[in-house]
């Protein structure tokens, strides 16, 4: 049984932390590769043939391009506000680990957030 946050067990046996942390892991994971767009790849997990509709230049909203570039965008705006995160306390919060934990979260926030409300 889950905690009210639903991220910790109920019990505080090192088991159910640990298969807790394992479950959170997997779902973290799953998230990573449902939301974050690779080109070349269509949402099934097929690679597309048509030309037309998966190229860099297509205008199509719905092309894995058109979200690619979608996803650079929010990158980009991403990395420059983490940049300016706490930058008095640059000695945990500007490390390139903590950078990179934090744009992968707001990066899969992003891309969901009907998820998070």
Same mark, same amino acid.
């Not at 991403?78 to 707001?106: A, K, N, W």
């Given at each position: 049984?889950?905690?009210?946050?639903? *991220?910790?067990?109920?019990?505080? =046996?090192?088991?159910?932390?640990?298969?807790?942390?394992?479950?959170?892991?997997?779902?973290?994971?799953?998230?990573?590769?449902?939301?974050? *767009?690779?080109?070349?790849?269509?949402?099934?997990?097929? =690679?597309?043939?048509?030309?037309?509709?998966?190229?860099?230049?297509?205008?199509?909203?719905?092309?894995?391009? =058109?979200?690619?570039?979608?996803?650079?965008?929010?990158?980009?705006? *991403?990395?420059?506000?983490?940049?300016?995160?706490?930058?008095?306390?640059?000695?945990?919060?500007?490390?390139?680990?903590?950078?990179?934990?934090?744009?992968?979260?707001?990066?899969?926030?992003?891309?969901?957030?009907?998820?998070?409300?």
């Amino acid at each position: 049984m889950a905690n009210k946050s639903g *991220v910790l067990p109920a019990s505080s =046996s090192i088991d159910d932390l640990r298969r807790a942390t394992a479950d959170s892991r997997r779902r973290y994971a799953s998230l990573r590769r449902q939301l974050l *767009v690779e080109t070349h790849i269509a949402k099934d997990g097929s =690679s597309s043939d048509d030309v037309v509709m998966d190229n860099p230049l297509s205008q199509n909203p719905d092309s894995s391009w =058109s979200r690619f570039f979608h996803c650079v965008e929010i990158k980009r705006i *991403v990395v420059q506000d983490l940049s300016r995160l706490y930058p008095e306390h640059g000695s945990y919060f500007q490390t390139p680990g903590c950078q990179g934990m934090l744009r992968r979260i707001l990066l899969l926030v992003s891309q969901a957030p009907r998820m998070w409300l």
